[in-house]
C-alpha cells in the first residue's frame, strides 16, 4: 500500500487499495471475537457446574457426620465453608484455568522465537526456568498453607459473630456485650494479621 502511494505512482484509488487488508483485518477480528465468545462461555459454564457439584458433595459430606462432629465445629464456619471456600474455589478455577491456557501459548511462541533467534540461549534458559520453577513450586505450598490458615481464621471470626448474636438474649442477661465485642475484635486482628502476611508472601 505504501510502495502505492509513492509520488511517482499514478494512482488515487485509496479505498480501493485498502479494500482487502481491511477485509482481511476485520476476518481477523471477527475470529478473534468468536474465539473469545466461545472461551468465556465455556469456561463460565465449566466453573458454574464445578461449583455446582462441589457444594453438593460437601453439604453431603456434613450432613453425614456424626453428632459428635456438629458438637466440635460450629454452624458458621461450616456455612463459610459452604459458601464462601467454594465461590473462592469457583473464582481461583477460572483464573488459573484462563491464566494456565494465555501463559501456555505465550510459553510455546517465545520458545519457538527463541530458538529460531539463538539455540544456545534457549538451552540456557532450558536450564535456568526448572530451577525458577522448583523455587516457586516451594513458596507456592508455603503461600498455600497461610493462605489455609487465613480462611480458617475468617471462618473463626465469623463463627464467633455467629454464636453472639444467634444467643444475643444470653449475652444481654449476662452483660456480655464487651466481653464479646473483645474477643471478636480479636478474631479480626488475628485474621488482619494472617490475610496481612499471606500479602506480602504474595508480593
Known amino acids: 500500500i505504501i510502495a ?5 505512482r499514478q494512482t488515487h484509488d485509496y479505498l480501493g487499495e485498502l479494500v482487502r487488508p481491511g477485509t482481511r483485518l476485520l476476518g481477523i477480528y471477527l475470529l478473534q471475537s468468536v474465539f473469545t465468545f466461545s472461551y468465556i462461555s465455556l469456561l463460565s459454564v465449566v466453573g458454574e457446574r464445578c461449583a455446582v457439584r462441589l457444594r453438593t458433595r460437601l453439604f453431603q459430606c456434613l450432613i453425614e457426620q456424626n453428632i459428635v ?7 458458621g464456619e ?13 473464582s481461583s478455577f477460572k483464573l488459573v484455568i484462563s491464566q494456565g491456557l494465555r501463559g ?3 510459553t510455546v511462541g517465545c520458545i519457538i522465537s527463541l530458538f529460531i533467534l539463538s539455540p544456545q540461549m534457549t538451552a540456557m534458559v532450558g536450564v535456568i526456568v526448572p530451577v525458577m520453577i522448583i523455587i ?7 503461600l498455600r498453607y497461610w493462605s489455609r490458615e487465613a480462611q480458617g481464621q475468617v471462618a473463626m471470626s465469623t463463627a464467633v ?3 453472639a448474636l444467634g444467643n444475643i438474649r444470653t449475652v444481654r442477661a449476662f452483660a456480655m456485650e464487651d466481653k464479646e465485642l473483645s474477643l471478636y475484635q480479636h478474631q479480626l486482628e488475628k485474621s488482619c494479621w494472617l490475610n496481612q502476611r499471606l500479602g506480602l508472601g504474595i508480593a
Open 4 to 8: 502505492a502511494f509513492e509520488p511517482g
Open 104 to 106: 501456555i501459548t505465550q
Open 78 to 90: 461450616l456455612v463459610n465453608r459452604l459458601s464462601g471456600d467454594v465461590q473462592d474455589f469457583k
Open 136 to 142: 516457586g513450586t516451594f513458596i507456592g505450598i508455603r
Open 161 to 163: 459473630a455467629d454464636e
Open 69 to 75: 462432629f456438629f458438637d466440635t465445629h460450629r454452624t
